[in-house]
């Protein structure tokens, strides 16, 4: 197992190992009620992400399945891009209904051919249609903004007919 991402915070540290056709993400803290709700969020918005979960009194773990495809964040930003992910983006939040994914990061989505596909459930929350819309517009302008695309609240406003 290859160590690929460590972060700490104030609950305490989260890493994420890359496994042989997994990832594993473990967090060396334990919140019960966040563990058992946030499992059935992920498993409603996308059945059988999670290949396995554990937890104890001072360790939360979950074993993910490996989506194919290369990390949004390493592709371009050309304006035909960019329309293709709000487009997965916009028809993401409508699928979820009242749940939404909750960090629409560019590093979030798995790009397999024309398929995409959300990873890193962490965020997962009840949201309703404008706070995800809200969200997911400061995530991706963020990003994108980062690859030097400054058009992103026009190509925004005629995909999702959003107000920014």
Known sequence: MILVKSRSDMWGTRRVYKGNGCYIKEFDYCDHYWYHKHIKMVDTMNPGYYINTFYSTTRMTFIMKTVPGVNAKTLGSGIKFVKRVLKFVHNNIQETGVLGHGDWALENIIVNGNDMQMIDWDACAVMTKE?????????LKKDFEKKGLRSFDNIWRNCNGAKV
């Open 131 to 139: 706070e995800k819309l809200n969200k997911a517009y400061h995530d």
